[in-house]
């Protein structure tokens, strides 16, 4: 839905260029990049970290910007622990 995806990036429009706003692979990437702040980290942390893709991983570590224990590690220490985070549940 081209028509729904323009609306939905004004801000794009004027960047990039039609054919790829119209694109149906750029649309769905898209959506899923948008829908990051909906993301549940736990849900996330359920997945071993080969399986996440990249969007996960990148929810992951904008989560990580926000709790306290992170705020002084170095960014690669940050994104390896990221790695190692999972959920269990008991």
């Given at each position: 839905?081209?028509?729904?995806?323009?609306?939905?990036?004004?801000d794009?429009?004027?960047?990039?260029?039609?054919?790829?706003?119209?694109?149906?692979?750029?649309?769905?990437?898209?959506?899923?990049?948008?829908?990051?702040?909906?993301?549940?980290?736990?849900?996330?942390?359920?997945?071993?970290?080969?399986?996440?893709?990249?969007?996960?991983?990148m929810?992951?570590?904008?989560w990580?910007?926000?709790?306290?224990?992170?705020?002084?590690?170095?960014?690669?220490?940050?994104?390896?622990?990221?790695?190692?985070?999972?959920?269990?549940?008991?």
């Amino acid at each position: 839905n081209s028509t729904l995806m323009t609306s939905e990036c004004n801000d794009k429009a004027s960047i990039l260029p039609d054919w790829l706003l119209q694109s149906t692979d750029f649309q769905n990437a898209m959506k899923e990049v948008e829908g990051t702040d909906d993301m549940d980290v736990a849900r996330i942390c359920e997945k071993k970290s080969a399986q996440r893709s990249n969007i996960q991983k990148m929810r992951l570590t904008k989560w990580a910007d926000t709790v306290p224990f992170f705020n002084n590690l170095a960014d690669r220490l940050r994104m390896a622990i990221c790695e190692k985070l999972h959920t269990a549940y008991y």
